[in-house]
C-alpha cells in the first residue's frame, strides 16, 4: 500500500484500469477527462471495435471492472476467409481462442468506469488537458501518467525509431456499428465468431459479434481498405446509411459467400454516432516524457504504442501494459517513478510482449511470403492445428509471428501437427507450387506413418 498523488489524463479504456488499480492500493487519483461519463455514452462516437481477448477482461475483472461482460455472449474464435486478388476461389479456416473474448461498446464502459471511480473515492475533473495546463499543476502530483490515446500530449513521447514503425497509415478504416445481420455458426465449430475476410489484394473487413451501449447485441462491422484498391469505396461525405448501404452492396460483389448474412444488414438504430473513419499509422513511443519545467511522465495504452486494428492486439496490449505497469509502480512504495524505473520495466514489457504484438501485427499488413502461405494452407487443412496453433494463440501474439515468419520454428509445427492434416487437402490452384507441395509432403508422411 502506498498514498501518492497520482495524476492520470484520459479516461479511456487504459487510463480508467489504471486509475482504478491505483485507488486500490491506498492512492489518491486525481482523473482529468474531457467529457462527463453521460457525455461518453451519449455524445461520443465508440473509438474502436475493441474486441478484448479473455486475459485482458481478466485484468479487468481483477481491478473490480467490467461487470458488463457477463450477459454478453462472447466470441470463441475466428472464421476467416482469404483471397488472394478479387474473384478467385477463397479458402476458409476456422478456430478457437484460448479464452472467449468479448466485444463492449467502449461508450458504455467508459460511463460506467467513470462512475465507479468516483464512487470508491477517486477526484474526476473534467478538463480537456493542455501541455501548459498540465505544466501548471504538475507539481500537485507525485507522478502523473498519460493515456489521452492518439492526441497531442502523446508528442510528448516522440517516436522510437528503433521499434517496428510505419511513418504512414497502412489501411483507410471504416467502422460501422450494424443489426439484422445472420450469424455465421453453421459454417464452423466456433461459437460465434468474429468474421474476417482477407482480401489480398483489396483490404481486410471483420464483423465483430458487440455488445451496444444500448444493451443488444449486435455486429461491429471494420472495413481496412488499401488506399486505391477496391475495397476503397467509401467517402468521408456518407451518411451512416450510405455507408450501410455501400457495404452491403461491396459483399454482395466481393464476398458473395457472405451476401446472404447481410441481405437486412441496417445501421443500429437510435445511435447518431454509430460510424467512424480514420486510419493511424502503427508505431511505439519511448518511454518517457518531459514536461517544459523538466518533470518526467509517462505513457499508458496506445499513447505508448499505437496499433492498425487489423490483428486485434491494440486494447489487449493496452489493457496487459497498463497492468504490467502498475504492477512494477505498487514495488515502488512511497518511491515515485524514475525515467530509470520506466526505460526498465516499459523495456521488459516491450521485449516480452509488444514486440511481438507489434510484428504480429504489421505482418498482417504485408503479402504473405512462403512460409506465411505455407503455414495459412496448412491451418486450411488442419483444424486441431488452427485452434492450438493460430487462433488459440492471439493472445500470445510471439508464437503466432513464429508461426507465419520463423521458418524453423514453423516447419517444427508443421512436422508436429501432420498428424492431424485432413486426408482431402484443400489446395485451389492459385496456391503456389512450392507451398502446395510443402503440404503435399507433410500429407504424404501422416499417410506413410498410418
Known amino acids: 500500500m502506498s ?63 467490467n461487470d458488463h461482460i457477463r450477459p454478453c455472449r462472447p466470441g470463441d474464435g475466428i472464421l476467416f476467409d482469404f483471397v488472394p486478388a478479387a474473384g478467385a476461389e477463397h479458402v476458409s479456416l476456422a478456430g478457437k481462442f484460448c479464452n472467449p473474448g468479448s466485444a463492449v461498446d467502449l461508450r458504455l464502459r467508459i460511463s460506467d468506469w467513470m462512475h465507479q471511480f468516483e464512487i470508491r473515492g477517486g477526484n474526476l475533473v473534467i478538463e480537456a488537458m493542455t501541455l501548459d495546463r498540465l505544466t501548471q499543476i504538475s507539481d500537485e502530483f507525485d507522478d502523473i501518467f498519460i493515456a489521452a490515446g492518439k492526441g497531442d500530449l502523446g508528442k510528448l513521447f516522440g517516436r522510437n525509431d ?54 443488444r447485441e449486435c455486429y461491429n462491422i471494420l472495413f481496412e481498405a488499401k488506399e486505391g484498391s477496391y475495397m476503397d469505396v467509401f467517402d468521408k461525405s456518407m451518411s451512416a446509411e450510405e455507408l450501410n448501404a455501400t457495404a452491403r452492396d461491396w459483399l454482395r460483389k466481393y ?17 447518431k454516432f454509430s460510424t467512424l473513419q480514420g486510419a493511424v499509422p502503427p508505431f511505439v513511443r519511448n518511454d518517457f516524457g518531459e514536461l517544459p519545467n523538466g518533470k518526467t511522465v509517462f505513457p499508458l495504452g496506445d499513447t505508448w504504442a499505437v496499433f492498425d486494428p487489423i490483428g486485434g492486439q491494440g486494447i489487449n496490449n493496452g489493457s496487459r501494459q497498463v497492468n504490467y505497469v502498475a504492477e512494477r509502480y505498487i514495488e515502488l512504495g512511497g518511491e515515485r517513478a524514475s525515467r530509470e524505473w520506466a526505460s526498465e520495466h516499459y523495456g521488459q514489457f516491450y521485449e516480452n510482449h509488444t514486440r511481438w504484438a507489434t510484428l504480429f501485427n504489421n505482418l498482417l499488413l504485408e503479402p504473405l511470403d512462403e512460409t506465411g502461405m505455407t503455414t495459412l494452407l496448412f491451418a486450411v487443412n488442419n483444424p486441431r492445428y488452427c485452434d492450438e496453433v493460430i487462433f488459440g494463440q492471439f493472445h500470445a501474439p510471439k508464437w503466432v509471428y ?35 507441395n510443402r503440404v503435399h509432403q507433410f500429407s504424404q508422411r501422416t499417410a506413410s506413418a498410418a
Open 3 to 65: 498514498n501518492k498523488h497520482i495524476a492520470v489524463v484520459g479516461a479511456g479504456t487504459a487510463g480508467l484500469i489504471f486509475a482504478h488499480r491505483m485507488l486500490r492500493m491506498g492512492n489518491r487519483v486525481t482523473l482529468f477527462s474531457d467529457r462527463t461519463a453521460q457525455q461518453w455514452l451519449h455524445e461520443s462516437p465508440p473509438t474502436g471495435s475493441a474486441f478484448a481477448y479473455g486475459i485482458s477482461t481478466d485484468i479487468e475483472l481483477a481491478a473490480g471492472l
Open 162 to 215: 528503433e521499434r517496428p514503425h510505419y511513418p504512414r497509415p497502412q489501411r483507410k478504416l471504416i467502422m460501422m456499428i450494424t443489426e439484422h445481420i445472420i450469424d455465421w455458426q453453421e459454417r464452423s465449430h466456433v461459437n460465434n465468431p468474429v468474421k474476417f475476410n482477407f482480401f489480398a489484394d483489396g483490404g481486410e473487413m471483420f464483423f465483430v459479434p458487440y455488445l451496444h451501449k444500448s444493451g
Open 255 to 271: 464476398a458473395p459467400w457472405d451476401a446472404s448474412k447481410v441481405e437486412h444488414m441496417s445501421c443500429v438504430t437510435g445511435d
Open 402 to 436: 513464429k508461426a507465419f515468419n520463423d521458418p524453423a520454428y514453423a516447419e517444427a509445427k508443421w512436422l508436429r501437427y501432420a498428424p492431424f492434416l485432413q486426408q482431402r487437402l484443400h489446395l485451389p490452384n492459385w496456391v503456389p507450387e512450392g507451398v502446395a
